[in-house]
């Protein structure tokens, strides 16, 4: 059996890493039977390839780091998680990932992380119970990586902004559809909804997540993606 090495989760989210949740959502689209293991220990988190997460574990202890490196070697199993799109979409759904996974990311962790009311909310959930010394620290480093990306040195306003004709573009591209692409759920579906669930709730700051909240048709998908996968994704002992 496959086992998927992930953050923990809580009452609001399945992980608080939404690449987790998209390997989780990848596995169940895939049909393959897999288990769930957190990982809580920072010295196991270290270990890890990257040092970072989700990782699967395959039947022999190979471990596969990464969300997309995940998709790839479960399609190498036969897996298709694009199943009747055309080669457009096929196009148009890895610019969508590709935009989720690396443009409203770097939303996210300024939500998370640079802004204080987001700060305050990691440090109630994430860290409640943590030293405070180390936690600062590394709020640093991740700080001092949205500087060096560059997102971070934008004000907020112009984050917001730049957030809300994202989502715009993303909800145009929903239409009336139940999925991004129609009726079944495709490969974008499990990077794009977790993610603007992500932003959609706390820990998110608080004016993020009122600009998602302009967008109905947005949060309606969310629920269908997220709500309904969650009653069928595999829980951590």
């Known amino acids: 059996m496959l086992t998927l090495l992930t953050h923990g989760g809580n009452d609001e989210f399945y992980s608080l ?16 039977a897999w ?3 957190d990982v809580h220990d920072p010295a196991e988190l270290a270990s890890m390839p990257h040092s970072k997460l989700p990782v699967l574990s395959d039947e022999t202890g190979t471990l596969i780091p990464d969300s997309e490196g995940i998709r790839r070697f479960l399609e190498q199993r036969g897996a298709e998680f694009d199943t009747g799109l055309s080669a ?15 443009g409203l ?11 204080e009311d987001g700060w305050a909310g990691m440090r109630q959930t994430v860290f409640a119970g943590v030293p405070e010394a180390p936690v600062n620290e590394f709020r640093a480093g991740v700080l001092e990586g949205l500087h060096f990306a560059g997102h971070s040195r934008f004000e907020s306003s112009e984050r917001l902004a730049r957030l809300s004709q994202d989502l715009t573009a993303i909800e145009g591209l929903l239409g009336d559809q139940r999925f991004l692409f129609g009726d079944a759920m495709t490969a974008a579906d499990c990077s794009a909804a977790p993610m603007l669930q ?15 909240q302009q967008h109905p048709r947005l949060l309606a998908y969310i629920s269908r993606v997220m709500d309904r996968a969650a009653l069928e994704l595999p829980r951590a002992a």
């Open 17 to 32: 890493s939404m690449f987790c949740t998209k390997a989780a959502l990848l596995l169940q689209m895939s049909g393959e």
């Open 35 to 37: 288990q769930r293991q």
């Open 198 to 212: 992500a932003l959609a709730r706390p820990p998110a700051a608080p004016q993020v997540v009122d600009v998602v």
């Open 105 to 115: 990311w770097l939303q996210l962790m300024c939500a998370r992380w640079l802004e």
């Open 88 to 102: 457009v979409q096929k196009g148009q759904s890895r610019v969508l990932i590709r935009m989720v996974d690396e």
